[in-house]
Each structure stands twice: as structure tokens, then as C-alpha cells.
């Protein structure tokens, strides 16, 4: 019967990384902003070399 | 372009109507030359994708900073506020921007790399409605930096608070408290379901292991995810009042007590997962609730009004000093949109001076040299000079915020219900315990702890904050931001509502005009237009304004006499505009503010300006008048009482040229009464009034970045469903009762388990996340459909979240 409580103690120490992960997470502002990410993730990074070249009346 | 064909043009940057179509740019038009200088800019930097991301992102740019704004960021002793970090290579600021409010302002700002080679990086808190650059000290300096802000629309907002404050560290502590529980809650439920459904003969011993496990497990949260509520019961109970949080920490000590003494006894299992259960879904809800709106401030006073540092005069040369510094004696430049800030002598130039939001009165006030000009007004006019002839700290405005207020501390309906369900649960307590000592006394111990650990008065904490919570976020989606769920209470239980006129009533900066006499003809209308352009009299361009956009030209005979009107020829025409006597010549008594129209030394008629009112006053009126009494308190003449009493009915009364101390003895004298006041204005004449009242309402428009200390903050656009909110908030009281007596249905349920003796813990695990999760969905849900009832939006707000700052 040893088995289960291997099982407990990985089934624990599992859920303590959860939470170490949780606690981390708080820790480093990943929950204060909650507009910014999701947006930032889309906009591209433009080509460097035709910054200088843009017509006005491109829409 | 379709929009071209149209006569109405709405400018290509911000979105504002057109005034003219003078301005353009290829096929696009804008409304000013500010607007048109921001697109150049990021069309030459290849930041175009900032226009399509949104359609109008930009703010409207109505007041431009003049060229030395931020010289006082030269001044390291003012720069440090704003640096968070200084190394050899590079330098790292922060800044407050209110304009944040979409995508595109996130893509724009977090590019300014591209448009300085100064800037490093730079990243947007949204939420906070920050900004923070890293960039290279050596490239650009901080005063560079924020003209670079201001060159692309988005001026950081500065003002003295940022010199003393410090900024408050977010608690984060309740969070980390949830996750903890949480944790603990889910792993000891797992560990008691074995016992639950039976352990057989050989595998006994594993009972050992994890009543064990659950110990340890469930100490975390007796110790450290339950501290909040051990803190409010202390509280409460050193002001001798028994709030809900003690009968809550009376079970949790009673439910841990217990459990303990049973594992360790080794005669059960102990009801840890009820335990850690209810801390769980009670740190939930309380988080839901006091999850303010973090980019709201309610504290505010005069100094976030007030510019960080002013413009000196020193001889020939102007210098920027911090305000602080400022003494009696010297003199300060103020610019065109800039505040006054100390009480002073007009020594050069004329104040045009806008001083709707200290005193209520709409129309801009002129000033001459040698008069005296007090703080708070705002300079509409060009540039003028003032000697400063009293400090900053003993001015009027600033004496209005050092008065203290009587502060009477009232307690949440919730706290005294859960006084009178305290004493009835020790009473059946009490009646359980003389039962068994009568029949079996070594049951009473196990019968009077079940007791106090199922009649636990969690279900109303948790039916009560949720409730709020969702109703707190529904109302922030809906435009009235409210400071904390005792507004909601406050905002049900009103009876009397005050309003306040300028600004809060009517749109400060527009006026209605209105023409009585002789019909003017064209050529008149035109001369008029050119004529008052001539002036800078607020008047005489509000009329300019009024007739459209003319180019100026010289006008043979033109005289302005001051305070008196303005005369010229035109086209071989003589006209005059200005007062009565000016005019005609003769006097008469002028009750309104009136422009006389003069043509050929003939009298045509005059121009009468009116306030100009928000939006759907008359429906706000009716609706509040049905359930409220009305008052009007205003600081401006009574020139508009007519127009106000039609609106607010026969009932209402209607007071003017009030001082911010009338309008706080108005709203104490009502509370004296009985009532309950919500006072609903936006100026710093209303700061005292707004503190004194019930509810304090302050009303933000769009582009105003201050309000005054209040309890709740509500978009301008959105002050016709005040009453609205109103019955919104009654709803979510009448919610709270309706859940509680569920609740006390459940705990019908369990007394009778308990007062017979016989609570299993399986009995206890079954009811308590039964009735939490159950009353969870019925006051989130009829929260939720009452919003809708009422046509309020309940998802997550559209992407251009107007919320004022």
C-alpha cells in the first residue's frame, strides 16, 4: 500500500509547484493589467528598411 | 473616401467635428493644427498602423502645452518623482498619462522607440494608465521626453500631488491569502473523500496518514489566509460593536478547535475542508468586492488640481520654479489654459478668467491690470503676469480643503443583521446545551460546537459580497464608478438628491445663444461675425464661434473699450456690439447676459447667452424626481431659474450664488432632517458639500482629468441614468435579503443535524459547498438579469473605454 502514498506525496508536491507558480505569478504583475498583453501579442514589428519611404495617402 | 462628399467632417486624429475644411492633408481632414502635426509626425515615423488599429483614436488636443511646459522637469529635485530607476547607460520613468484608452494608444506609446533614438523601450500599464520609458539619459533628457509625450497627443498629467505623495504600494496580501486556501481547501477535500466513502479493514492505517496531511494542510489557512477576517472581529469588537466578522471567527476557531481535538483524540476526521471551504469562498467574494478601481482616485484634494511648478518672472528672463517655492512678491507668468495658483495682482496683460469650477459661475470673468485675480480660476485668455500676494498654502481654495468634516461612523445593514442572527444562534446554542446536560451530558461539547459550526453566518458574508462585487463591476462597466461597496447601501437608502448647475448640469465651456429683435440679414450676420472675431472678449468669441469661421481682416474705425463692448466699419456700415449703454447710450437694468447689436447707430435686437445642459436632463429630472425630492444649489446668478424649476418640477428648491459653505450647511440641514443625501456636482465648489453628503457623486467629463474628493465618480455622458443606478442599487439590496434567507434555510438544515448531535463531517462537507456555491449562483445570476432588466451592459466593457481618471 506504499503506492498511494508515493502518489500522495508526487500528487502534493505537484499541486505545491501550482502554487509556487500562482504566488510567482502575483508577484511579478502578471495579473495588473489585464488590456495590455492579449493586445501587444498582435501588433507587428514593421520592416526595418521601409520606414523612411511611406506615402501619405496609404490607408 | 465617402466622408469627403459630406458637409459635417470629422477630424481624421481624434475624431472631433471640422470646424472648417482648411485643414488637410492629402484626402484627410482635421479639426485643428495640433491634430494635423501628431499624424505628420507618425506618418513620417511609419506608425500609421496606430490610425487603423481603431478608427479616431487620438484625444482632441484643445489645450497644447506651450513650449516650455515641462522646463521645470529640468529641475532634478522635481525629475526624481518621476525616475524609478538611474543607471550609468540608461533611465527609468514613469509617467501618468490619461489619454490611455484604447489599442491603439498601447501600440503608439510602446513605440516611441521609433520616433526618439533616445528611448530604449517603454511599456503601458492600462490599467494604471501609465506609461514607463527606459531611455538613455545621454540622448534625451526628461523635459525632452515628455515634449515627445506631448508631440504625440499624449501630455502627461502633472500636478503638485506628485510632489508630495508618495505612490501607494498595491496589497497584493489578500491574493496570495486566496491562493493559499485554495490550495489547501482542494488538496484536504481530496484527502477526506477516502474516509467519506469508507476505508476497509487493511487499509486503516492510511486513515493515520491523511488526517495527518489534512492537519498541516488546513494550518496555512487557520494562520495565515484567514488573518483578515481575525483582524475586522478585532476591530469591531475593541469599537464594542459585534460586526459579521465575529460570529465568522467564533466558527472558524469552534470548526479548527474541534477537528483538532478529534484527529488527535483519534475519535474522527474533523471538518478541515468545511473550514478551509468557507475561508476560500469568503476571501473570494471579499476580493470581488474591494477590488476598487485602481486607476480611480477618490482622495483627491486642491493639489492634484494644481500645477507642479509655475513660471517665474525674474527680470528679463523667465525661469520654472516648483510651487512650493513660490513666495508673496514674486511674479508669474500664467499662459493661456493655465490655473492660477496663489491669490495675486494682475501686473501685465488682461485674465480672462474661467472660474467655473471654484465657484459655479459659467461665464469667464474679465480682469485688468492692477485687479485681483484668486487661485483656482483658469486663464482662457493670452499670456498675462500676476504678483503673487499670498503664498500658495493660505489661499482661499486651499482653505476650503483644511477644514475637518464631522465624520459620523455608520454601520453596513449587513453587520446588524448578522448582530441579530449572532444572538439567535448562541441562544440555540445555549438551548441545545441545556437539553443534553439534561439527557446526555457528554454529548453537549460535540452538539453546541456543531452548532456554532454550521449556523456560521458565512452565507450571508458571502451572499452579501458578492453581490456588491458584481454590482460594483456592473456599475464601473456602466460609467458610475463607485469607491467601495458601502456606496451602494449609501446610494439605495437616498431620498434627497442635489444637483449642482455649472458643469455638472450644463457643459462647462459651451453657451446657448439665442437672437431676439429685428431679424439680421446676412450681411449683418457677417458683419457681426467679423467684428466680434476682432475681440478676445469670451463673449465676442463665443459669438464668432456661434456664426462660424471668417478670416480676419482690418476693420477701418475698430475700438474695443473695455468692459464696455466694440465698434468698427464695415463695408461702409457701422456696427456695434457690446452692452446696452454702450449702444444706445442710455442705461437700463440688465438681467441677463445680453450682446446689443447696434447697426448704424440704430438698436437691432441682442444676443442672449444661456447655459448650454447636458443631454437628457429632462428624462434625469423626472426619473429622480419620482423616487428622491430635488434641490439646486448653484453658485452662479439666478438668471437660468426659470429654465430649472420647468425642469426639476414645482417641488424643487432652486438656491443661488451659494458659497461651497451654503451648499454644506444646505445638504447638513437635510441630514438633520433625517435624510439621506446624494450630492451630485464636479467643481471644487462642491468638494465640501460632496464630503458631507451621504453620497458624494462627482462628475467627470472626458477630458477633465480632476474630480474632488467624493464617494462615487460618474461619467458626464452618463448622468441621465442616474436614477437608473438608483434603482439598480435597491435592487441589489433587496438580492442580498432574498439570498440571506435562503441561506438561513440551509442552516435550518443543518441545525436540526446539529442540535440532535449527530453532524457528520460528511453531512458538514456536502452542505457547505452546497449552500456557498448555490447562493453564489443565485445572487450572481439575479445581480446579472437585474442589469439587464434595466439595460445596463453587463460583459466586459467595448474596447474604448472612455473611464475618467
Known amino acids: ?23 510567482w505569478s502575483v508577484k511579478h504583475h502578471q495579473f495588473d493589467d489585464g488590456f495590455s498583453p492579449p493586445r501587444r501579442i498582435l501588433f507587428d514589428d514593421p520592416p526595418v528598411e521601409n520606414i523612411p519611404d511611406q506615402s501619405i495617402n496609404k490607408k | 473616401m465617402a466622408t469627403t462628399t459630406s458637409i459635417k467632417l470629422n477630424c481624421y486624429h481624434c475624431g472631433d467635428p471640422c470646424p472648417s475644411t482648411s485643414i488637410t492633408l492629402g484626402e484627410k481632414t482635421f479639426c485643428c493644427e495640433g491634430c494635423r502635426t501628431v499624424f505628420q509626425l507618425l506618418d513620417h515615423s511609419g506608425l500609421c498602423e496606430y490610425y487603423q488599429l481603431n478608427d479616431k483614436p487620438g484625444t482632441p488636443r484643445n489645450d497644447v502645452g506651450y513650449k516650455d511646459k515641462f522646463a521645470f522637469l529640468e529641475d532634478e529635485k522635481i525629475a526624481a518623482r518621476f525616475i524609478t530607476f538611474r543607471g550609468d547607460q540608461e533611465t527609468h520613468a514613469c509617467f501618468y498619462l490619461p489619454q ?60 503638485l500631488r506628485d510632489l508630495g505623495h508618495e505612490r501607494p504600494a498595491v496589497d497584493r496580501g489578500n491574493i496570495y491569502r486566496l491562493g493559499v486556501a485554495g490550495f489547501c481547501f482542494a488538496n484536504i477535500m481530496l484527502l477526506s473523500f477516502p474516509e467519506y ?93 474591494d477590488r476598487t478601481h485602481r486607476r480611480l482616485s477618490f482622495e483627491r484634494d486642491y493639489t492634484s488640481y494644481f500645477p507642479i511648478a509655475v513660471t517665474v518672472s525674474q527680470g528679463d528672463k523667465e525661469v520654472s520654479r516648483a510651487l512650493p517655492d513660490v513666495r508673496c512678491g514674486d511674479t508669474l507668468v500664467i499662459h493661456h489654459g493655465e490655473l492660477v495658483p496663489a491669490d495675486g495682482i494682475i501686473t501685465k496683460g488682461q485674465g480672462f ?106 452565507a450571508l458574508l458571502l451572499s452579501s459580497t458578492f453581490t456588491n462585487g458584481n454590482i460594483l463591476r456592473i456599475l464601473g462597466h456602466n460609467g458610475l464608478y463607485l469607491r467601495n461597496a458601502r456606496a451602494i447601501e449609501n446610494i439605495a437608502a437616498t431620498t434627497h438628491i442635489v444637483f449642482d448647475k455649472t458643469g455638472t448640469l450644463t457643459m462647462p465651456g459651451s453657451q446657448d445663444l439665442e437672437y431676439q429683435g429685428i431679424p439680421l440679414t446676412p450681411v449683418q450676420q457677417k458683419a457681426v461675425a467679423l467684428l466680434a472675431g476682432q475681440s478676445t472678449h469670451p463673449l465676442s468669441r463665443a459669438l464668432a464661434q456661434h456664426f462660424g469661421k471668417t478670416d480676419p481682416c482690418r476693420i477701418p474705425g475698430f475700438r474695443e473699450v473695455k468692459g464696455q463692448g466694440l465698434e468698427g466699419w464695415i463695408d461702409g456700415n457701422h456696427l456695434a456690439l457690446g452692452s446696452y449703454a454702450f449702444v444706445t447710450g442710455s442705461v437700463i437694468d440688465e438681467p441677463y447676459t445680453c450682446v446689443y447689436v447696434g447697426w448704424n447707430h ?96 462627482a462628475i467627470a467629463a472626458g477630458g477633465n482629468n480632476f474630480t474632488p474628493a467624493s464617494h462615487a465618480i460618474l461619467d458626464a455622458s452618463r448622468l441621465h441614468r442616474l436614477p437608473l443606478f438608483i434603482r439598480y442599487c435597491r435592487m441589489g439590496e433587496k438580492i442580498i435579503l432574498t439570498s440571506f434567507i435562503l441561506s438561513i434555510l440551509y442552516n435550518i438544515i443543518g441545525l436540526s443535524f446539529a442540535v440532535k448531535g449527530n453532524l457528520s463531517p460528511l453531512i458538514a462537507a456536502i452542505l457547505m459547498p452546497a449552500s456557498s456555491l448555490s447562493i453564489l449562483l443565485v445572487t450572481y445570476g439575479s445581480a446579472t438579469r437585474a442589469a439587464k432588466y434595466l439595460g445596463f451592459v453587463t460583459a466586459v466593457p467595448a474596447e474604448k473605454d472612455h473611464a475618467p481618471a
Not at chain 2, 459653505?661 to 465648489?685: I, S, W
Request: glycine share 8%; proline share 3%.
Open chain 2, 602 to 697: 440704430r438698436f437691432l435686437g441682442y444676443f442672449q447667452f444661456g447655459n448650454h445642459y447636458r443631454e437628457g436632463i429632462g428624462t434625469l429630472m423626472q426619473g429622480a424626481g419620482a423616487s428622491c425630492r430635488l434641490s439646486l444649489l448653484s453658485g452662479d446668478n439666478d438668471r437660468e431659474r426659470p429654465r430649472l424649476q420647468a425642469l426639476m418640477g414645482g417641488g424643487a428648491h432652486i438656491l443661488f450664488s451659494q458659497t461651497p459653505e451654503d451648499k454644506a450647511n444646505y445638504v447638513r440641514k437635510l441630514q438633520g432632517r433625517g435624510e439621506k443625501v446624494m450630492m451630485v456636482g464636479d467643481g471644487l465648489n462642491d468638494a465640501i458639500a460632496l464630503r458631507q453628503s451621504d453620497t458624494g457623486v
Open chain 2, 197 to 289: 466513502l469508507g476505508l476497509e479493514g487493511s487499509e486503516i492505517y492510511l486513515r493515520g496518514w491523511f488526517r495527518t496531511l489534512n492537519v498541516l494542510l488546513s494550518l496555512p489557512v487557520f494562520f495565515y489566509s484567514a488573518q483578515p477576517f481575525y483582524r475586522a472581529a478585532w476591530k469591531g469588537l475593541r469599537q464594542r460593536f459585534l460586526n459579521i466578522d465575529a460570529p465568522i471567527v467564533l466558527a472558524i476557531f469552534v470548526t479548527f478547535g474541534r477537528s483538532l481535538y478529534e484527529v488527535l483524540s483519534g475519535t474522527g476526521s474533523g471538518y478541515f475542508d468545511s473550514m478551509t471551504g468557507i475561508v476560500f469562498f469568503m476571501l473570494a467574494g471579499r476580493i470581488l468586492q
Open chain 2, 100 to 159: 490611455i484608452h484604447c489599442s491603439s494608444c498601447l501600440f503608439l506609446l510602446e513605440n516611441l522607440h521609433r520616433l526618439h533614438p533616445g528611448v530604449i523601450t517603454s511599456r503601458v500599464n492600462f490599467e494604471a494608465k501609465e506609461v514607463s520609458i527606459v531611455f538613455n539619459q545621454g540622448k534625451i533628457s526628461m523635459r525632452q521626453l515628455a515634449d515627445l509625450l506631448s508631440s504625440t497627443g499624449y501630455e502627461p498629467y502633472i500636478s
Open chain 2, 353 to 458: 478668467i474661467d472660474y467655473s469650477f471654484v465657484t459655479g459661475e459659467s461665464l469667464p470673468v474679465t480682469k485688468y491690470m492692477g485687479e485681483l485675480v484668486y487661485a483656482g480660476g483658469r486663464q482662457t485668455g493670452a499670456a498675462m503676469e500676476v504678483l503673487v500676494v499670498k503664498e500658495v498654502a493660505q489661499s482661499y481654495l486651499t482653505s476650503l480643503w483644511n477644514r475637518q468634516e464631522d465624520k459620523k461612523e455608520e454601520h453596513s445593514f449587513v453587520h446588524l443583521l448578522s448582530r441579530r442572527f449572532t444572538y439567535i444562534v448562541l441562544a440555540i446554542a445555549a438551548c441545545t446545551a441545556i437539553y443534553w446536560w439534561s439527557h446526555d451530558p457528554h454529548r453537549i461539547a460535540a452538539a453546541v460546537t456543531a452548532v456554532l459550526i454550521v449556523a456560521c453566518p458565512c
Open chain 1, 1 to 23: 500500500m506504499s503506492a498511494i502514498i508515493l502518489l500522495l506525496i508526487a500528487s502534493l508536491s505537484v499541486a505545491v509547484v501550482f502554487l509556487g507558480a500562482f504566488i
